[in-house]
């Protein structure tokens, strides 16, 4: 997500501004995050994977486990999700990535997001729904 499902978005008061949205990905997956919900819940699902990453970490499940590991795994761990695309600009990214795949999240893991993004308040179903043009765009 541009980073936003990281921890250099973690604890932040406020939104990406204007200057950080400085590529189409980040303008993308901000639009995104704000069709989710509001921002204090973007911080609470972030605040969550942060905390299951540490218990991932401290678990010995992978030692080096990022809120994007995370993020990723839930992903693909959704029925019907076979993959996700992931931006990789240099080697340390592939790295990061590998580590997705070196463990599992438990059944209460997965009910701690769950129990987040049951509160989005974005349209019904997968947020890139829009973008397939299977749902209406929200009216501003």
């Not at 406020?14 to 973007?42: D, H, I, Q």
Request: net charge positive.
């Amino acid at each position: 997500g541009s980073g936003i499902l990281s921890k250099r978005y973690l604890g932040k008061r406020n939104p990406p501004t204007s200057e950080e949205k400085n590529t189409a990905s980040m303008r993308m997956y901000s639009n995104t995050a704000a069709r989710f919900g509001p921002w204090k819940l973007v911080q609470e699902l972030l605040g969550t994977m942060d905390a299951i990453a540490k218990q991932i970490r401290d678990d010995g499940r992978c030692n080096e486990c990022t809120i994007a590991n995370v993020a990723q795994r839930y992903v693909l761990d959704t029925p019907a999700v076979a993959s996700v695309l992931i931006g990789v600009r240099n080697q340390e990214h592939i790295a990061e990535n590998v580590r997705t795949h070196s463990f599992a999240l438990s059944d209460a893991e997965r009910s701690m997001i769950d129990a987040v993004v049951a509160k989005r308040s974005g349209p019904e179903g997968d947020v890139w729904d829009i973008e397939r043009g299977t749902i209406a765009s929200p009216k501003s």
